[in-house]
């Protein structure tokens, strides 16, 4: 069974940087987007950036200029490196494929970004 797996949260101070790894285990063809999403306490999830094999990249306008996604499409990985971190980017931070034609919906287990001085 594919199972995406994320990497790379944890403790930051704000100004600071880290870098969310995720790679999709097993075999998987076909990815159409990948990306990031988020999910603060008390809040709805929110798209934080995508790679889609056709449109490209997008980007919330509050992570502009300071995320980057980046995907390897022959290893079915996707990073997302976060610099200059604020307290506002604290949540769990999950990773999702979308497979061609919309054949699936998957979502990693997701990682804790904390920012606090």
């Known amino acids: 069974q594919v199972q995406l797996v994320e990497s790379g949260g944890g403790l930051v101070q704000p100004g600071g940087s880290l870098r969310l790894s995720c790679a999709a285990s097993?075999?998987?063809?076909?990815?159409?987007?990948m990306g990031w999403y988020r999910q603060a306490p008390g809040k709805q999830r929110e798209l934080v950036a995508t790679d889609n094999r056709i449109a490209g990249t997008t980007y919330a306008d509050s992570v502009k200029g300071r995320f980057a996604i980046s995907r390897d499409y022959a290893k079915n990985t996707v990073d997302l490196q976060m610099n200059s971190l604020k307290p506002e980017d604290t949540a769990v931070y999950y990773c999702?494929?979308?497979?061609?034609?919309?054949?699936?919906?998957?979502w990693g287990q997701g990682t804790q970004v904390t920012v606090s001085s």
């Open positions: 097993g075999s998987i063809g076909n990815i159409q987007i």
């Open positions: 999702n494929a979308v497979g061609k034609w919309g054949l699936y919906d998957l």
